[in-house]
Nanobody, 115 residues
Framework: QVQFVESGGGLVQPGGSLSLSCATSRGIFIISTMAWYRQAPGKQRELVASITNSGTTNYADSTKGRFTISRDNAKNTVYLRMNSLQPDDTAVYSC?????????WGQGTQVTVSS
C-alpha cells in the first residue's frame, strides 16, 4: 500500500503563486517517476509535470515557463511551484508515482485561482 501526504492547495488570486508538495515512502520514491496531474470540473485529467528519479523533467505546454517541478531525494518529496496562476489553472491537483509496480495516486488537493 502506497500513501501520499499532499499539501499546499488553496485559494490564490490571478497572477499569484502557490507551491504544492507530496511526500511518500522512501521505498516508493527512490524508484519512481513522480508527477502532478490535474482535473478541472467537466474536463479529463491531464499531466501537469513529471520528474524522473534521475531529474529529467517534462511539462505540459500550458504550464511550461510558469510551473517548476522538483524533487528532494532526502525528504522523499516532490514539489510543484506554480507562478503566474490563471483561472484556467483551477483544478484538483493529484500526486502520482509510477514505477515497476504500477501507478499510484494521492488524494488530491484543490487549487482555486480567483479574484
Amino acid at each position: 500500500q502506497v500513501q501520499f501526504v499532499e499539501s499546499g492547495g488553496g485559494l490564490v488570486q490571478p497572477g499569484g503563486s502557490l507551491s504544492l508538495s507530496c511526500a511518500t515512502s522512501r521505498g516508493i520514491f527512490i524508484i519512481s517517476t513522480m508527477a502532478w496531474y490535474r482535473q478541472a470540473p467537466g474536463k479529463q485529467r491531464e499531466l501537469v509535470a513529471s520528474i524522473t528519479n534521475s531529474g529529467t523533467t517534462n511539462y505540459a505546454d500550458s504550464t511550461k515557463g510558469r510551473f517548476t517541478i522538483s524533487r528532494d531525494n532526502a525528504k522523499n518529496t516532490v514539489y510543484l511551484r506554480m507562478n503566474s496562476l490563471q483561472p484556467d489553472d483551477t483544478a484538483v491537483y493529484s500526486c502520482n508515482a509510477r514505477n515497476v509496480r504500477g501507478d499510484f495516486w494521492g488524494q488530491g488537493t484543490q487549487v482555486t485561482v480567483s479574484s
